[in-house]
C-alpha cells in the first residue's frame, strides 16, 4: 500500500493538490486535504463540473455538508460504484478514500494539455524577465571603478542606488461621475500638475506609485469586504451606504466632542486649550448644521465664570499697571500685597459666583417643581369647570323637563339612526380599504422576494468572481513552483530509473497475481479431493453395511459387529462435523479480524467525536440565525 499510496500522492500533486512533503500516505490526509485532492481531479476531468466546486471548505457546517453532497453526486456521476456521500469526505475512512482517490486517478487524461495551451499571465512574463536579468548581472564578472565599461558602470554603480522612500501624491479621479463637483473636475483638468512634477526627487517615484497602488488596493479589498458582510444585509445603495456611515461617524464625533467639553466645564480648566476646544466645537456644530446661536453647556459656564463684571477687573488691572513703572525697587513689598489682596479678592469672587450658580441651579428646580404644580391645579380647575358646566345645563333643563326628555330622545333616535348610516358606509369603505391593504401587502412581498432573490444572486456572484481570482492566483503560483521544481531537479537523469521502477511494481503485482492464481487452484484440488474421499468414504460404509446386515441376521457375533460399525460411522460423521465446524469458526475469526482491522482503519471514534462537534457547531449557527431573525 505504501508504493501505490506514494503513487497516488505523485499523480494527485500533477493534478494541482498542494500536498505536504510530510504527507506520504493516505491514512494522514484530513478533510481539507480530501477535498481539495477530489475537487482537483474533477476539475481535470471534467472542467464544467469542477469550475462550480469549491477546493476550500468553508467555516460553517451546512456549506461543508453541501459541498460534501454535490462532492459525491459528481463522483457518482463519473461512474463511482462504491458507497459515497458526503459522510466520506467530512468522516473519512482510509479504505474508502483509497479507493475514490484510484477510481478518480484512473479517470484522469492521460496526455492533459489543460496547463499547457494556457497562456502565461503578464505577472509571471515579468517575474521570468526580473529573474533573467538578475542571473545575467550575477554572471557578469566584479571589475574596479577604473576598468568598466558604460553597461557595467550602470550595473555595479551604487550611485543609482536609492532608498525605498514614498510621498504622497494627488491623482485625478474618475471626471465622467455625477457626483463630483464641476470645480475639482476643473482642478483636474487644468491645473493638477503631473506626477513626476509634485514629488521633490526623481527617484521616488516608482516607491510613491506602489504605496498608492498598494493603499488603494487595500482600500477596495476593505470596502468589498465591508459591503459583502454588512452593506448588502442593509438593503441600501452604496451611495446611501457611505453617506448614512458619514453621519454616523459625525455624530459620534460630536458626542465625543461634547462629553470633553463637559469634563473641562465640571473639572473648572482654564486656559487656552479650553477656548481652543470650544472653538473647535463651534466649528464643528457649523458645519455639521447644529445651531449656532443655541450653544452649549461649557460655552454658558465660560460666560458666567469669566464674564462676570468685567468692568470691576478691567478697572483694576488698568491701576495695577499704571502703578507699576511708578514704582521703584523699594516699594516692592507693597506691590506685591497689593495683588495679592487682589487675588484674594478674584479668589473670593469666584467662590461668590460659584455659590451663586449654585443658588441659581437650586431655585432653577425650585420652579420647575412649582411649574409642575400649578399645571397639576389648573388641569384640576379645568376638569370642575367642565363639571359645572353640565350640571349648569342640566339645572337650566329641569323646568320642561317633558319637552325636554322628547327633544333628547329625537336627538337620540336621530343619532343612532346617523350612526347606523356611518357603521354602513364605513363597512363598506373598510372592505375596499382591507382590499387594497391586501394587494399592497401582496405586492411588498413580490419586491421583497425579488429583491432577496437579487441579494442571493449578488452574493453568489461575489463568490464566484473570488473564486476565480483565488483560482487565477493559484495557477500562477503552481506555475511558478513547477517552473521553479523544474529548474531544480537534475539533468542527468533519464526515464530508465523511472521506467525501471515501473516494470518492477508490474512484475511485483504480477507475480502476486500468479500467487493467488496457484492458492485458488491448490484449494479447488483440495476440495475436490476432499470430496472424492467423503464419497467413498459413504459408498464403503453403504457396501459394508449391506453385508454385515446380511449375515447379522443369521450370527450373533456379527450382530454386534453391526452395532459397532454404525457407532463408528456415527462417530467419524461427528469427527468430520467437528473438524468443518472448526474450520468455520477459524474463517469466522480471521473475518472478524479484518473487520476490526477495517473498522479501526475507519477511525470511528475519532469521526463520532468530530460528528458530536459537527453537530455542536449547527447548533451554534442555528441559534446565531435565530437571533439575526428576531433581530430583524
Given at each position: 500500500m505504501e508504493e501505490v499510496d506514494r503513487i497516488l500522492i505523485h499523480t494527485l500533486r500533477t493534478c494541482g493538490t498542494e500536498i505536504p512533503e510530510e504527507v506520504q500516505s493516505v491514512r494522514h490526509f484530513n478533510t481539507e486535504l480530501i477535498v481539495e485532492a477530489v475537487v482537483r481531479c474533477l476539475r481535470v476531468i471534467n472542467p464544467s463540473v469542477g469550475a462550480n466546486l469549491s477546493h476550500i471548505l468553508p467555516p460553517g457546517m451546512s456549506a461543508r455538508f453541501r459541498i460534501g453532497t454535490s462532492l459525491a453526486q459528481a463522483c457518482q456521476d463519473l461512474g463511482y460504484t462504491g458507497e459515497v456521500g458526503y459522510q466520506t469526505f467530512l468522516y473519512?475512512?482510509?479504505?474508502d478514500i483509497r479507493?475514490?482517490?484510484?477510481?478518480?486517478?484512473?479517470?484522469?487524461?492521460?496526455?492533459?494539455?489543460?496547463?499547457?495551451?494556457?497562456?502565461?499571465?503578464?505577472?509571471?512574463?515579468?517575474?521570468r524577465e526580473i529573474a533573467t536579468k538578475i542571473k545575467q548581472q550575477l554572471c557578469l564578472p566584479w571589475l574596479p571603478p577604473s576598468c568598466r565599461t558604460a553597461a557595467a558602470k550602470r550595473s555595479q554603480s551604487l550611485c543609482l542606488l536609492h532608498r525605498f522612500h514614498a510621498q504622497p501624491l494627488s491623482l485625478a479621479g474618475d471626471s465622467s461621475s455625477k457626483s463630483i463637483p464641476p470645480d475639482r473636475k476643473e482642478y483636474w483638468e487644468r491645473y493638477l500638475p503631473s506626477v513626476s512634477t509634485q514629488l521633490p526627487h526623481a527617484y521616488s517615484l516608482a516607491a510613491s506609485l506602489l504605496e498608492r497602488n498598494t493603499s488603494d488596493l487595500s482600500a477596495v479589498q476593505e470596502w468589498e469586504a465591508e459591503w459583502k458582510s454588512q452593506g448588502l444585509a442593509s438593503r441600501l445603495s452604496p451611495e446611501e451606504y457611505r453617506s448614512r456611515k458619514r453621519q454616523r461617524l459625525q455624530k459620534r464625533i460630536q458626542d465625543q466632542l461634547h462629553k470633553f467639553s463637559q469634563q473641562f466645564t465640571e473639572n473648572h480648566i482654564p486656559g487656552s486649550s479650553t477656548q481652543d476646544l470650544v472653538d473647535m466645537l463651534k466649528a464643528f456644530t457649523v458645519e455639521g448644521g447644529v445651531d449656532q446661536n443655541k450653544g452649549s453647556r461649557f460655552t454658558h459656564a465660560q460666560k458666567f465664570t469669566h464674564q462676570q463684571d468685567p468692568q470691576v477687573l478691567t478697572e483694576q488691572m488698568q491701576r495695577a499697571a499704571e502703578s507699576l513703572p511708578k514704582k521703584d525697587t523699594q516699594d516692592a513689598e507693597a506691590e506685591q500685597q497689593e495683588l495679592s489682596s487682589l487675588q484674594q479678592q478674584i479668589e473670593d469672587m469666584e467662590r461668590d459666583i460659584q455659590g451663586l450658580s449654585e443658588t441659581t441651579k437650586q431655585l432653577r428646580l425650585t420652579i420647575a417643581q412649582v411649574e409642575e404644580e400649578t399645571g397639576k391645579l389648573q388641569q384640576h380647575c379645568d376638569e370642575k369647570e367642565k363639571v359645572v358646566k353640565v350640571k349648569k345645563r342640566a339645572v337650566e333643563l329641569l323646568p320642561d323637563a317633558e319637552n325636554n326628555l322628547a327633544k333628547l330622545q329625537a336627538m337620540v333616535d336621530g343619532s343612532t339612526q346617523r350612526m347606523t348610516n356611518l357603521e354602513g358606509q364605513w363597512e363598506s369603505h373598510r372592505a375596499r380599504l382591507m382590499d387594497e391593504y391586501r394587494e399592497m401587502k401582496r405586492l411588498q412581498q413580490e419586491k421583497e422576494d425579488e429583491s432577496s432573490r437579487w441579494m442571493k444572486d449578488v452574493r453568489d456572484l461575489y463568490d464566484k468572481i473570488r473564486a476565480a481570482a483565488d483560482e487565477a492566483r493559484r495557477k500562477e503560483e503552481l506555475y511558478k513552483q513547477l517552473v521553479s521544481e523544474y529548474e531544480s531537479l537534475p539533468k542527468d537523469v533519464s526515464r530508465a530509473a523511472y521506467t525501471q521502477r515501473i516494470l518492477e511494481i508490474v512484475s511485483n503485482i504480477k507475480k502476486q497475481k500468479e500467487d493467488i492464481t496457484k492458492i485458488l487452484s491448490d484449494t479447488k484440488d483440495l476440495q475436490k479431493e476432499i470430496n472424492n474421499l467423503t464419497g467413498k468414504v459413504d459408498r464403503t460404509f453403504v457396501v459394508t453395511d449391506e453385508l454385515v446386515f446380511k449375515d447379522a441376521k443369521k450370527d450373533e457375533p456379527v450382530r454386534k459387529v453391526y452395532k459397532y460399525l454404525a457407532a463408528l460411522h456415527e462417530n467419524c460423521s461427528h469427527l468430520i462435523q467437528t473438524i468443518e465446524d472448526t474450520g468455520t469458526i477459524l474463517r469466522e475469526i480471521r473475518d472478524l479480524e479484518e473487520q476490526i482491522e477495517t473498522e479501526a482503519a475507519k477511525k470511528t471514534l475519532s469521526n463520532l467525536q468530530k460528528i458530536l462537534e459537527d453537530y455542536k457547531a449547527i447548533k451554534q449557527e442555528n441559534a446565531l440565525l435565530l437571533g439575526r431573525m428576531r433581530q430583524t
Open positions: 473519512s475512512s482510509e479504505p479507493a475514490l482517490l484510484i477510481f478518480l486517478a484512473e479517470k484522469l487524461p492521460r496526455h492533459s494539455q489543460e496547463d499547457a495551451d494556457q497562456p502565461a499571465g503578464k505577472s509571471a512574463v515579468l517575474q
